[in-house]
């Protein structure tokens, strides 16, 4: 049984989750619908407040270039369909699909467990990824302001971190991240798919217009904040023909870093993606599926560290080295380890009223 898109969200369904028992599964028992039948009312998001234990998670992916980070919330309301996150969502007992763009959590005790991590004498600063798993800059972001008070921590701290975000709303942050970065504490990565805004508003359809995500770009560069753009995801015989374009336009607003990733597919996303190809390009569905497991060594997924980014086989090593081409024709990642280095020589824990000071 076809679902219908859903306008603003990402998922065509709400798929049960892999851990429960029973999976329910709609069907035509031929009794005909009426007309109030198929008006479904469109889900509403819903915020719920999550005391956290812990804020900074810990991970040793050795194709990750970071081995801890911050996630503000649980869920995304962009609804990105190709959303690695999604499968998380299974272990709150909601579904990868719908669930999670629409149930959210936000840790709003965030701040107040950083600065009592990076108050502990055994903590050591290195890099934090903010944005690893959901979008930090997410819509609720505007209202909540939970990534906002992360930073002002790490500032107080001097305490460095890589931002990844698809929204322009990053901005709204521009003068604590240019003091930031003025301290070599800040990088932020824009990631863009695609320059389609068609393509850009089912595939990720409450994230900023891939127009909008450039001029962010450019206003954080203005501002002297160290700027990327992450070409994510690739999607064979659907985005990947934006790849050149992203990279030349990224450059033009001031980028100076770029990188990519193959379109992943683990676990219950693999279903997901395929009823929306079904749902907005039936007629590519086919080749997009069967270029991608070409790529993944003819498997929907690869887990595989070594090829999971990137995949393997000639398709891949084609799109690699369009990469590597325009990177370099552009004048993208130069010097990219001197220049996007960041500084935890200045790391201090500032002193707390009532608390005497330290001797040395």
């Known amino acids: ?78 609804g990105c369909i190709y959303c ?8 709150l007992n909601h579904s990868p699909g719908l669930d999670f763009e629409t149930r959210l959590y936000a840790k709003h005790n965030a701040a107040e467990l950083l600065r009592k991590a990076l108050s502990q004498a055994s903590y050591l600063p290195k890099l934090i990824a903010l944005g690893a798993n959901t979008d930090p800059y997410q819509p609720i972001e505007r209202r909540l302001r939970i990534t906002s008070s992360i930073l002002t921590v790490l500032n107080e701290f001097n305490h460095p971190v890589a931002i990844t975000t698809k929204s322009a709303s990053i901005t709204h942050d521009i003068d604590l991240l240019a003091q930031m970065a003025s301290k070599k504490l800040v990088r932020v990565y824009m990631s863009i798919g695609s320059l389609d805004g068609e393509i850009a508003r089912t595939l990720e359809p409450r994230a900023s217009a891939p127009g909008a995500r450039l001029n962010a770009l450019r206003k954080l560069a203005a501002a002297g904040i160290p700027t990327g ?30 990188a990519y990733v ?25 080749h997009v599926m069967n270029l991608l497991k070409q790529m993944r060594g003819g498997k929907t997924y690869d887990s595989d560290f070594r090829t999971r980014m990137k995949g393997s086989g000639i398709f891949a090593d084609l799109i690699r080295q369009r990469f590597r081409k325009a990177c370099a024709k552009a004048g993208l990642n130069p010097e990219r380890r001197a220049h996007f280095a960041l500084n935890t020589a200045d790391f201090c824990r500032p002193t707390q009223a009532g608390k005497q000071g330290e001797l040395f």
């Open 1 to 78: 049984m076809q679902h219908s898109p859903i306008k603003g969200r990402g998922s065509i369904s709400n798929r049960t989750s892999r851990f429960e028992q029973l999976q329910r599964v709609a069907f035509d028992d031929e009794w005909g619908a009426s007309d109030q039948d198929n008006c479904a009312p469109r889900p509403v998001t819903i915020v719920s407040n999550e005391t956290a234990k812990s804020i900074i998670s810990h991970n040793d992916s050795p194709d990750v270039p970071f081995d801890q980070s911050i996630n503000p919330y649980r869920g995304c309301e962009h």
């Open 84 to 91: 690695y996150a999604r499968p998380t969502h299974a272990y």
């Open 229 to 258: 753009v992450i070409v994510a995801p690739v999607i064979p015989a659907l985005t990947d023909h934006d790849i050149e374009k992203i990279l030349f336009s990224a450059q033009e607003a001031g980028a100076q870093y770029a």
């Open 262 to 286: 193959l379109l992943r597919l683990p676990l219950e996303i693999s279903e997901l993606f395929r009823e929306w190809l079904a749902a907005h390009h039936p007629l590519k569905e086919a």
